[in-house]
């Protein structure tokens, strides 16, 4: 989204990584372009750049204690290929010293997004198989569409509205699960509320200094406004998706992700002092359970994206069908962005999923939709051509305006060979179920892992959107 206050003469088409200090977000860099979008959301979009980062980090060397926060920064798991690929590291490399780049900075927490996904994946594995099983009774169980992309949640509610907004999955996002995981259940834990404050010469206050870290780590139970989080991820909706009404904490006035940054908008900061990833200290990524360190970088099944189609279509093979499927063969059909996927049993198809990436393949499906020539059960939409490893916060264009392919080529390399973990195995997610939401089929589980879409009135101008 482009500042929506700032001219046109001001938007000047150059690539999103320029000086620091001039940075803006420009139309050309985003989906969820300004038809979508009122004046009043360009300007809070605007707000979230590397100088709202900065400004958390100056209020800490304060010695105004009332105005600390603690410094949390999510990582989206298709932004470290990014990393990886620019500074020529392993992916494991490019996490640990991202996590201590952003620690010498000022930042107390830096978190892998991956067990977001994990509760995402897993409320979109069920919420499938009971739109399937009531398909018959319920006109809007299909198809379902997945939710994990804001550029696609964006035009499906201001554009496309009650046509396909009843098929899409109500699991949050990873992004805002996230969010409640940061605000809502670490806040609760222990947290070491030693904030790293410049401190004025003298002896005294450096011993004091000392003591009051000593003596930080004491059980807390921090209200979510003492929180202050950022996500780094792979393309610029994410910023829009963090203004949601519906993921805010009225009670603290607090938004679940306070602010959003881009992973060239990081590398845009280390440029601007001066440093590479390869210079920078490694660190050992926070988890979210005390003490613990995250191990080695994991993905989902996906080949550029979190892998909603596969995990799904595995998952409904077996719960519906007793069909245990181990590879997935996708059949391409238009373009290499819209890919079909059956399963197949006797000559009768039993299921038909399909990936539909960038906004011309989602028009196209939308027509189908419209004619009644719609055969999908589920469609994993993601509104990036080439999915989320290819978000245009992470994906600059050369001079001519093409892409960088040879970048692409080695982000595409490195996610390829994390080494996959499926959501079932994660045995903090099996316990957070139990001990923090009170069961998967709880009230609060629904709750907190999930949301409702549905049409917005639109006060912005023209909606005939062409991509």
């Not at 105004?64 to 990014?82: N, R, W």
């Not at 978190?111 to 994990?118: G, L, Q, V, W």
């Not at 550029?151 to 996002?173: D, F, Q």
């Amino acid at each position: 989204p482009a500042n929506a206050l700032t001219s046109n003469a001001e938007l000047e088409e150059k690539n999103e990584f320029h000086a620091l200090d001039n940075a803006k977000t420009l139309l050309s860099d985003c989906l969820a372009c300004d038809s979508c979008m009122t004046s009043e959301e360009g300007a809070r979009v605007f707000q979230q750049n590397q100088k709202e980062l900065f400004r958390v980090l100056n209020l800490n060397k304060k010695c105004d204690t009332s105005k600390h926060k603690v410094l949390a920064v999510s990582i989206c798991p298709q932004s470290l290929p990014y990393f990886a690929a620019k500074f020529d590291l392993s992916v494991n490399d490019a996490a640990r010293r991202l996590c201590g780049f952003l620690k010498s900075l000022g930042v107390h927490y830096v978190f892998d997004t991956t067990i977001a996904a994990d509760f995402s994946i897993l409320e979109s594995q069920r919420e499938f198989v009971q739109r399937y099983r009531q398909r018959n009774q319920e006109e809007h169980a299909l198809p379902m569409f997945a939710s994990a992309c804001p550029g696609w949640i964006r035009y499906a509610e201001r554009v496309l509205t009650n046509l396909v907004t009843s098929h899409i999955c109500t699991a949050k996002s990873p992004q805002q699960i996230m969010g409640s995981l940061v605000k809502g259940y670490f806040a609760r834990q222990k947290v070491n509320m030693c904030l790293v404050f410049s401190l004025s010469p003298g002896l005294i206050m450096i011993v004091t200094y000392i003591i009051s870290c000593v003596l930080s780590f004491v059980p807390q139970n921090l209200s979510p406004d003492k929180i202050f989080h950022v996500v780094v991820a792979p393309c610029y909706d994410k910023k829009l998706e963090a203004l949601r009404e519906d993921f805010y904490t009225a009670l603290w006035n607090s938004p679940e992700v306070d602010c959003v940054l881009t992973s060239g908008e990081i590398v845009q900061i280390m440029e601007q002092k001066n440093v590479s990833a390869k210079d920078v200290a490694e660190v050992a990524v926070d988890s979210l359970f005390g003490e613990i360190k995250e191990g080695d970088v994991v993905r989902h099944d996906g080949k550029t994206s979190d892998g909603y189609l596969e995990h799904i279509f595995k998952h409904a093979a077996k719960e519906l069908f007793g069909i245990d499927v181990k590879e997935i063969t996708y059949k391409a059909l238009k373009n290499k962005d819209f890919q079909e996927v059956t399963l197949e049993k006797d000559g009768e198809t039993l299921l038909r999923f399909a990936a539909a990436y960038g906004f011309r393949n989602i028009q196209n499906m939308v027509l189908k939709m419209k004619k009644g020539k719609f055969s999908y059960h589920f469609v994993e939409v993601l509104a990036c051509p080439g999915g989320c490893l290819n978000g245009k916060g992470q994906a600059p264009a050369e001079e001519a305006g093409k892409p960088d392919k040879a970048l692409l080529n080695r982000m595409a390399e490195v996610y390829a060979a994390i080494p996959v973990r499926l959501p079932e195995a994660n045995v903090h997610v099996q316990k957070m179920y139990q001990d923090w939401l009170e069961g998967m089929d709880s009230t609060k589980a629904q709750q907190t892992l999930h949301t409702t879409y549905g049409a917005v009135n639109q006060t912005a101008n023209n909606l005939d959107i062409k991509w």
